[in-house]
């Protein structure tokens, strides 16, 4: 297997930027593409979520569930969420 | 390629979805591949090995999710939750695991050739695009990708956190891919 990853280095390596370019704009639609993009963002607090609200506290919950915290604090952060619906509809 | 022509893995996956596509899926005993899904084609599982606690959980987080998200239940006659669990037999030749070490060592040895920018999703798009050069070296594709992908740190409705967070932060997937469909079977509805 080794073996084969080298060869498809090589092959990548290879090829011009318009040419890799292509490559990557073929797979847009690739299941393996779209499973990371669907888990890409903090879903378990998401759905509590309306999607007018999501680009805000998505950022915020990103920071919040960086790995610097502890999970007291993002069960803290989703109730203060939560208590404050109004204000962030009001702020936005 | 036949899936039987190698020897076969048994993996074991939940998945969360309505409760009037799960009956559907049941009743016909089979996935049917669907393009406008909110993953696209193929059919996806969480994985589990004896014990199904985490693996239920999570489908049934991915459904709150694609309901509330991107509405993915609208329509359905009966969009409550439900969650399947099945079977994935399938021949070890056409099974890939996209978290292995060798391929984690590839994509990133890859992404910095070619000076990948994450920001532009572009690091998720090389993991296909390696998977397919891979597919296309050795003259024909896989069926069953392995992928360790994101976990929420809260469950809806749960206080506690699920212990791979605290272990990893990820859990395992699987993704059957279009054509290989045919490789999910034993499926049952599961308790929620």
Same mark, same amino acid.
């Given at each position: 297997?080794?073996? $084969? ?8 390596? /290879? ?8 490559? $990557?704009?073929?797979?847009?639609? @690739?299941? !393996? ?6 888990v890409s963002c903090s879903w378990g607090l998401l759905?509590? *979520? #309306? ?6 506290k998505q950022?915020?919950e990103r920071?919040l569930l ?8 993002v ?18 | ?8 893995? *048994?993996?074991?996956?939940? @998945? ?8 559907? +899926? ?27 606690? $985490? ?31 099945? @079977? ?11 978290? #292995? ?5 590839? !994509? ?6 070619? /000076? +990948? ?13 390696? !998977?397919?050069? +891979? ?15 994101d976990?929420p740190g809260i ?28 490789? +999910?079977?034993?499926?049952? *509805?599961?308790?929620?």
């Amino acid at each position: 297997m080794d073996d $084969l990853f080298k060869r498809v280095f090589e092959r990548i390596a /290879k090829l011009s930027d318009a040419e890799f370019r292509e490559k $990557l704009d073929g797979v847009a639609d @690739h299941p !393996l593409v779209k499973v990371y993009q669907a888990v890409s963002c903090s879903w378990g607090l998401l759905p509590t *979520l #309306s999607l007018d609200e999501a680009f805000s506290k998505q950022d915020i919950e990103r920071y919040l569930l960086s790995q610097s915290i502890s999970y007291d604090d993002v069960l803290l952060a989703d109730e203060w969420l939560a208590a404050n619906d109004e204000q962030f509809v009001l702020a936005a | 390629m036949s899936f039987s022509e190698s020897s076969s893995i *048994l993996l074991k996956g939940t @998945h969360g979805t309505s409760k009037s596509r799960a009956e559907a +899926i049941v009743d016909s005993e089979e996935f049917q591949a669907s393009a406008d899904g909110q993953l696209g084609a193929g059919a996806y599982f969480w994985a589990y090995d004896e014990d199904m606690s $985490l693996a239920r959980r999570l489908a049934a987080n991915w459904w709150r999710f694609a309901g509330k998200k991107c509405n993915a239940y609208e329509g359905d006659a009966d969009p409550s939750l439900a969650i399947l669990k099945a @079977h994935i037999e399938v021949g070890d030749n056409v099974y890939f695991d996209a978290s #292995s070490e060798s391929f984690l060592e590839l !994509l990133i040895k890859t992404a910095e050739e070619r /000076k +990948i920018q994450s920001t532009k999703n572009d690091f998720n798009k090389l993991r296909a695009v390696l !998977l397919k050069e +891979i597919e296309e070296v050795q003259g024909f594709c896989f069926g069953v990708v392995r992928a360790e992908v994101d976990v929420p740190g809260i469950i809806s409705g749960e206080r506690e956190a699920p212990y791979v967070y605290w272990a990893t932060k990820q859990a395992a997937s699987y993704i059957v891919m279009p054509h290989a469909l045919g490789a +999910i079977c034993n499926i049952e *509805l599961v308790e929620v």
